[in-house]
């Protein structure tokens, strides 16, 4: 469900490319896109979103319900709760963009770079994730393919549960359900943990 508080709001079929944008203290998400909706980003910046009181996310890029959304050249930092969220048949399309210092929620939970769910489908080029104090990327009954960029400085780098799992390939195959394929070119460096345990929360969207 979505609420109020959006820097950018694509829903309903409708269509936006957006070019050297900033959203900046949006409260709730600053890019949300739904309903079969499809947004372009190029040199766009998303920081410092606020949580809201209802849902208490405050994320950069808001993906669901079969909308998809293209990013290429833009920064994400200072965003709150998880950056991106990928979710409900929502697919996203992310190159040489950066995912940085996520805050996390006022219980302390998450801080996570990206939350991919409920088969939400995304592609990472050349992405920057990092110094995240949660998760850089949580994959749960959602796949992503990771190609080159960097992973580093978060407090755990990867986190797969609910069919979601992780393969080592440079395969171009289709990915299988629930697969996290990451490529030889994609770094990790400096993150307390490669990969975490258990069942994470996913955040309320």
């Known amino acids: 469900m979505l609420y109020g508080g959006f820097g950018v709001l694509c829903e309903e079929q409708s269509q936006a490319a957006l070019s050297q944008v900033t959203v900046e203290r949006a409260t709730l998400t600053a890019f949300a896109v739904s309903q079969g909706a499809t947004l372009s980003l190029d040199r766009g910046l998303a920081r410092d979103t606020t949580s809201s009181t209802t849902s208490g996310t405050g994320c950069g890029i808001q993906v669901s319900r079969g909308a998809l959304v293209t990013v290429a050249h833009s920064r994400f930092s200072g965003n709150r709760v998880t950056t991106v969220i990928v979710a409900n048949d929502g697919s996203a399309d992310l190159s040489d963009s950066t995912i940085t210092d996520t805050r996390s929620a006022a219980d302390?939970?998450?801080?996570?770079?990206?939350?991919?769910?409920?088969?939400?489908?995304?592609?990472?080029?050349?992405?920057?994730?990092?110094?995240?104090p949660g998760i850089g990327l949580v994959a749960s009954d959602g796949s992503t393919r990771v190609t080159g960029g960097v992973v580093q400085k978060n407090t755990v780098a990867l986190h797969v549960q609910d069919g979601s799992f992780v393969s080592d390939s440079d395969d171009k195959a289709p990915l299988k359900p629930g697969e996290v394929r990451v490529s030889s070119t994609t770094?990790?460096?400096g993150n307390d943990a490669l990969l975490g345990t258990g069942i994470v929360p996913l955040p309320d969207y």
């Not at 991919?116 to 920057?128: E, I, N, S």
């Open 108 to 132: 302390g939970n998450f801080g996570h770079g990206i939350t991919v769910f409920g088969k939400g489908a995304l592609l990472l080029r050349d992405v920057g994730i990092a110094r995240n």
């Open 187 to 189: 770094s990790f460096s």
